[in-house]
């Protein structure tokens, strides 16, 4: 730079790109419901039933930054909803069958969909959240 010239300062915008792999969004919602790790895909996701693990044993991915919260009851309860409401209606229509068959057909159909579903929600969640780059402790930069 010739001398006298006034300096430009620019700041770095180049994106921070983390150590780990970011999936695509539909690659990191499908490894997440099957419970594998949403960046690589290649080891578990899940410590417990629904204790994300909190790295990746393979790419070091730091899972356990997801903070999923409510996001994934809550979804499940959209769905679990949206199957268990309809066809309870159907039925009611259909057939008008006393209310204890009602309650004995929808109450354990609602609680195995929910317990069933919760896992590979919460797993898809945090897939979203690593497409997403929410994988930090201060957020997305
Ligand atoms: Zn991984």
Not at 47 to 61: G, N, P, V
Request: glycine share 8%.
């Amino acid at each position: 730079m010739p001398e006298g010239q006034p300096v430009r300062w620019t700041p770095d915008r180049s994106p921070k790109l983390p150590a780990w792999p970011v999936p695509r969004m539909a690659d990191a919602l499908r490894r997440g419901a099957m419970g594998t790790c949403p960046a690589c895909g290649k080891s578990r996701l899940f410590a417990k039933f629904l204790r994300i693990k909190a790295e990746c044993a393979e790419c070091h991915a730091p899972l356990g930054l997801a903070r999923a919260d409510d996001a994934p009851p809550y979804f499940t309860i959209v769905v679990v909803g949206h199957l268990i409401v309809p066809a309870m209606l159907v039925v009611e229509k259909a057939w008008a069958p006393d209310l204890w068959i009602h309650a004995a057909i929808w109450l354990p159909l609602t609680v195995a969909l929910a317990v069933g579903l919760l896992q590979p929600i919460k797993g898809m969640t945090v897939g979203a959240m690593t497409s997403l780059g929410m994988l930090t402790v201060e957020g997305p930069g």
